[in-house]
Nanobody, 120 residues
């Protein structure tokens, strides 16, 4: 069984910063891509940022130059540093990872979500 546990959400004022963490644990042979998604009330879940096992990254246009995704492969952890936060960044943020537990293929896992609230 694999678990993704997120931490670091909270409430900040516009212009502030937060750092989200997501640690994967359990039966893990390898982790491929990891990423962060978010879902605001009344909206669909959207990709915020993703990072491959080799460190290649991609970002939603709305967060480029403000957010930075990184990962520590030794700790099976992915991070999202969020700077210059805006009220429109308010959402539940979900961690996602493509994890191979030894079956030779990856499966999609999700964290439970962490709330980020940015006030103006």
């Amino acid at each position: 069984q694999v678990q993704l546990v997120e931490s670091g959400g909270g409430a900040v004022q516009a212009g502030g910063s937060l750092r989200l963490s997501c640690a994967a644990s359990g039966s893990i042979f390898s982790i491929n891509a990891m990423g962060w998604y978010r879902q605001a009330p009344g909206k669909q879940r959207e990709l915020v940022a993703a990072i491959t096992s080799g460190g290649s990254t991609n970002y939603a246009d709305s967060v480029k130059s403000r957010f930075t995704i990184s990962r520590d492969n030794d700790k099976n952890t992915v991070y999202l540093q969020m700077n210059s936060l805006k009220p429109e960044d308010t959402a539940v943020y979900y961690c996602n990872a493509d994890i191979d537990s030894g079956a030779g293929r990856g499966y999609d896992y999700w964290g439970q979500g962490t709330q980020v609230t940015v006030s103006s």
